[in-house]
Nanobody
């Protein structure tokens, strides 16, 4: 009933930039904190960035100063601007959010993921 769809991944050289987008759709009443996770081959999925419904961001130390999370509540969309990309940023990036549905039930929703590859 609620879906998150990511886009914007691709291949970029070290030092380059990408902007990821994640759009929520469906029977949405409200969205709480929106987050970006990533998972590299053979590694655990890790939280990269989070943003509250009021726009307050938090980041994992490894991306501070390079990544910026933002959201547009009117569009039910969260973004991740990634600058100064490094090979170690290579991963599948997922968005996630707790969503209150029109039926007033809170559900945890994940996107399908988008591949980011940083390589020369």
């Amino acid at each position: 009933q609620v879906q998150l769809v990511e886009s914007g991944g691709g291949l970029v050289q070290p030092g380059g930039s990408l902007r990821l987008s994640c759009v929520a759709s469906g029977s949405i009443f409200s969205i709480y904190d929106m987050t970006w996770y990533r998972q590299a081959p053979g590694k655990q999925r890790e939280l990269v960035a989070a943003i509250t419904s009021g726009g307050s961001p938090n980041y994992v130390d490894s991306v501070k100063g390079r990544f910026t999370i933002s959201r547009d509540n009117a569009k039910n969309t969260v973004y991740l601007q990634m600058n100064s990309l490094k090979p170690e940023d290579t991963a599948v990036y997922y968005c996630n959010a707790p969503v209150k549905t029109i039926a007033r039930v809170i559900i945890d929703v994940w996107g399908q993921g988008t591949q980011v590859t940083v390589s020369s």
